[in-house]
C-alpha cells in the first residue's frame, strides 16, 4: 500500500514556513510515498520540492484554491485556476485533467461549504474526509458521510503549515494516488484534533508581527 498526504504547504503560502528541504525531509521521515504541493492560490511552491525530491518520492503540482465558498483542492494541475464559485473552479481544473477535491469542506471554524452542495457533488472527483488540522472531530466525520453518501473518493491530508505537521494525516492506495481516486479505491489514515500547527500558525503570526 501507498501512503500520500495530499496537502502540504510551502513558504511561498504566507502562512507557512515549510522551506521546500524541510517539506522533503519531512515527508521522508515520515515514510510517505508522495506528497501533493497545495500553497493558496499558487503553483510557486511545486517546482522546489520536486526538484529536491529523491526518485521514491512522488511530488503532485496542486493549488488550494479560494473559491468563493470553501478552499479546493487541485491536484495534478499545470495552472492556478481563477479563484471563484466552486463549479467554476471545478471545471477550470478538470479543463486541465486534473482532480477536484473539496479541502476541509465542513470546518466551520474555517473557509468552508454551505450552498450548492448537491450541484457541487456531482461535479467534484473527491472529499478530503481527513484533515489533521480539523480541531472537532465532527467536521472531518461530515466530509466523509458526504462523501460515502455522494459515491466520492476519500483523501486525507496534513493539511502540513510546519514540518512536524507533514504526514499527520494521509490518502492510501494500492496504485498512484491520482488513479486510485479516479477509481473510488483510496483510504485515509491518521486523525484530526491537531492544535500544535494552529499554534505554531498564531506563534509565527505574532513573530511577523515583531519582524523576528
Ligand atoms: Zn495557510
Ligand atoms: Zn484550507
Known amino acids: 500500500m501507498r501512503r500520500y498526504d495530499l496537502q502540504v504547504h510551502t513558504d511561498v503560502s504566507p502562512c507557512s514556513r515549510n522551506s521546500p528541504r524541510d517539506v522533503v525531509d519531512a515527508a521522508l521521515d515520515a515514510g510517505l510515498d508522495g506528497i501533493a504541493i497545495t500553497d493558496h492560490d499558487t503553483l510557486d511552491g511545486y517546482e522546489a520540492v520536486a526538484a529536491l525530491a529523491p526518485d521514491d518520492l512522488a511530488v503532485i503540482p496542486g493549488v488550494e484554491v479560494t473559491t468563493t465558498q470553501g478552499h479546493l483542492l487541485a491536484l495534478n494541475v499545470s495552472e492556478v485556476p481563477p479563484m471563484a464559485d466552486p463549479l467554476a473552479v471545478i471545471d477550470r481544473v478538470h479543463d486541465q485533467g486534473g482532480l477536484a477535491i473539496l479541502s476541509h469542506p465542513f470546518d466551520s471554524l474555517r473557509e468552508h461549504y454551505t450552498a ?11 472529499v478530503e474526509a481527513t484533515n489533521s488540522r480539523c480541531v472537532l472531530p465532527r467536521f472531518n466525520r461530515r466530509a466523509r458521510s458526504f462523501a460515502e453518501s455522494h459515491g466520492l473518493a476519500i483523501t486525507g491530508g496534513s493539511d502540513a503549515h510546519f ?15 491520482l488513479e486510485a481516486i479516479r477509481a473510488r479505491a483510496t483510504r485515509t489514515d491518521g486523525r484530526g484534533g491537531y492544535v500544535s500547527g494552529h499554534v505554531a500558525t498564531k506563534l509565527s503570526d505574532a513573530l511577523s508581527l515583531l519582524d523576528v
Not at 490518502?171 to 498512484?176: A, K, M
Open 116 to 126: 450548492d452542495l448537491e450541484a457541487i457533488a456531482k461535479r467534484v472527483d473527491g
Open 163 to 177: 514540518p512536524m505537521e507533514v504526514g499527520r494525516a494521509c490518502t492510501i492506495s494500492d496504485r498512484p494516488v
